[in-house]
C-alpha cells in the first residue's frame, strides 16, 4: 500500500497532476489510489476475472502515468485517465482471444442502475418476478448492442459523465452522444417490456 503525505490528498487532481509533471512520483500515488477502485469498474465491464482486471489496472496507471506530460487540462484528469483505461483493456481483449466482453452482474456500477432508477422499469413490481432475471435482461441487452451505444449509454448511466465530457471521451459531437444514448435507452427499454410481458 502507498504511503500518502495528508496534505497531498487535500489537492485537487490538476494540482497533483502538475506535481506528477514536475518529476512528484508521490503525487501519482495519490491520482492511483483515489482512483483505482472507479478504474476496476470501468476494466470489469471488459472482462470478469479479477486478476485480468488488476493486470488490466496496472497496464493503464503505468501507460498513464507515461503520458502525464500530455495531459494539457482540456478535459478532467477522470476523463482523460478513463480513455487510457478503456484503450488498455481493449488492447488486452485484442491480445487475449480467450478473453470475452463480459459485464459483471454483482459488480457496484451495476447495482447502482436501479439505485440510480435510470434503466429502472416502468412496470408495476409484480410484472416482473424476480429483479436478478431483470438483471440478466439488461446484462443481455447491453451485450447487444453496438459498441458505439454501448460505450455511450456506459459512460452515461454506470459512471455518471457528463454530455461534455462523454463528447470528449467519445471524440463526436455532444449531438451524437444525445443520439446514441437515446438509441440504446429504446432497445434496453424494449427489452426490459418484453420481460414484463410474459
Same mark, same amino acid.
Given at each position: 500500500?502507498?504511503?500518502?503525505?495528508?496534505?497531498?490528498?487535500?489537492?485537487?487532481?490538476?494540482?497533483?497532476?502538475?506535481?506528477?509533471?514536475?518529476?512528484?512520483?508521490?503525487?501519482?500515488?495519490?491520482?492511483? $489510489?483515489?482512483?483505482? &477502485?472507479?478504474?476496476? *469498474?470501468? =476494466?470489469? @465491464?471488459?472482462? +470478469?476475472?479479477?486478476?485480468?482486471?488488476?493486470?488490466?489496472?496496472?497496464?493503464?496507471?503505468?501507460?498513464?502515468?507515461?503520458?502525464?506530460?500530455?495531459?494539457?487540462?482540456?478535459s478532467?484528469?477522470?476523463?482523460?485517465?478513463?480513455?487510457?483505461?478503456?484503450?488498455?483493456?481493449?488492447?488486452?481483449?485484442?491480445?487475449?482471444s480467450?478473453?470475452?466482453?463480459?459485464?459483471?452482474?454483482?459488480?457496484?456500477?451495476?447495482?447502482?442502475?436501479?439505485?440510480?432508477?435510470?434503466?429502472?422499469?416502468?412496470?408495476?413490481?409484480?410484472? $416482473?418476478?424476480?429483479? &436478478?432475471?431483470?438483471? *440478466?435482461? =439488461?446484462? @443481455?441487452?447491453? +451485450?447487444?448492442?453496438p459498441?458505439?451505444?454501448?460505450?455511450?449509454?456506459t459512460?452515461?448511466?454506470?459512471?455518471?459523465?457528463?454530455?461534455?465530457?462523454?463528447?470528449?471521451?467519445?471524440?463526436?459531437?455532444?449531438?451524437?452522444?444525445?443520439?446514441?444514448?437515446?438509441?440504446?435507452?429504446?432497445?434496453?427499454?424494449?427489452?426490459?417490456?418484453?420481460?414484463?410481458?410474459?
Amino acid at each position: 500500500m502507498f504511503s500518502v503525505n495528508e496534505n497531498l490528498k487535500a489537492q485537487s487532481d490538476e494540482s497533483l497532476v502538475v506535481r506528477v509533471q514536475a518529476g512528484d512520483s508521490k503525487a501519482y500515488n495519490v491520482l492511483v $489510489i483515489k482512483y483505482q &477502485h472507479k478504474v476496476a *469498474q470501468i =476494466i470489469s @465491464k471488459f472482462v +470478469s476475472n479479477t486478476a485480468d482486471i488488476n493486470d488490466i489496472a496496472q497496464d493503464a496507471f503505468i501507460s498513464a502515468y507515461k503520458s502525464i506530460n500530455s495531459f494539457r487540462g482540456e478535459s478532467s484528469f477522470y476523463t482523460w485517465l478513463y480513455r487510457i483505461v478503456v484503450n488498455s483493456a481493449k488492447t488486452f481483449l485484442k491480445s487475449n482471444s480467450r478473453s470475452k466482453n463480459s459485464v459483471d452482474v454483482d459488480s457496484p456500477e451495476f447495482q447502482s442502475i436501479d439505485e440510480q432508477g435510470i434503466l429502472a422499469s416502468n412496470e408495476t413490481p409484480d410484472r $416482473i418476478i424476480e429483479s &436478478h432475471e431483470l438483471q *440478466q435482461v =439488461i446484462v @443481455k441487452a447491453l +451485450s447487444e448492442l453496438p459498441e458505439e451505444l454501448r460505450s455511450a449509454i456506459t459512460l452515461r448511466e454506470i459512471d455518471g459523465m457528463s454530455y461534455e465530457d462523454m463528447a470528449v471521451v467519445l471524440k463526436v459531437p455532444v449531438g451524437t452522444v444525445r443520439s446514441r444514448i437515446f438509441r440504446a435507452r429504446q432497445y434496453i427499454e424494449s427489452k426490459m417490456s418484453n420481460l414484463a410481458a410474459k
